[in-house]
């Protein structure tokens, strides 16, 4: 017999908060995927500074070290602790700062229709972000008034 959905989510959230109470300062937990096929989980982390090797195997010794895994999954379940991919949407304030002077896809709904235009981030302040956009001056956008946002990559 399988447990109802909602212990299973229940059982989830409550792992989220277990692992978001082992992250560093400046590290935020994106995602909490679970795979009970493979018998893995998947944790995706992003930072306010780079994401690196030794930051991921630091938080994956943190959480197997913590007793948590243990707790919710007592037959085992491997882990893998990785960063968000830079195919990721941006959505969080410390990510449009990360990414500051590059250029990103940015979606909004303005007076009811959405767009989409090529913008360069120039600076972040609070709950806003100042972009430049070809022909148009400098501008302050509300970060909740964006629907999607997601970095542009280059090839030289």
């Not at 913590?66 to 919710?72: A, D, F, R, V």
């Not at 302040?125 to 964006?146: C, G, M, N, Q, S």
């Given at each position: 017999m399988h447990a109802p959905t909602f212990y299973l989510l229940d059982s989830m959230n409550?792992?989220?908060?277990d692992i978001k109470s082992l992250l560093p300062k400046?590290?935020?937990?994106?995602?909490?995927?679970?795979?009970?096929?493979?018998?893995?989980?998947?944790?995706?982390?992003?930072?306010?500074?780079?994401?690196?090797?030794?930051l991921t195997t630091s938080i994956s010794k943190d959480i197997h070290n913590?007793?948590?895994?243990?707790?919710?999954y007592p037959e085992g379940m491997s882990l893998s602790v990785s960063s968000v991919g830079i195919d990721t949407p941006i959505k969080e304030a410390y990510q449009f700062k990360k990414n500051i002077n590059k250029s990103i896809s940015l979606s909004m709904t303005k007076n009811g229709k959405s767009f989409s235009t090529e913008v360069k981030i120039v600076d972040v302040?609070?709950?806003?972000?100042?972009?430049?956009?070809?022909?148009?001056?400098?501008?302050?956008?509300?970060?909740?008034?964006?629907d999607h946002a997601k970095l542009i990559i280059k090839f030289n």
């Open positions: 409550i792992l989220k908060k400046g590290v935020f937990l994106i995602d909490l995927k679970e795979d009970p096929h493979r018998r893995m989980l998947k944790c995706i982390i992003d930072s306010e500074n780079p994401v690196d090797l030794d913590s007793g948590i895994l243990e707790k919710s302040k609070d709950d806003l972000i100042e972009v430049k956009r070809k022909d148009v001056e400098k501008e302050w956008i509300p970060i909740a008034k964006i």
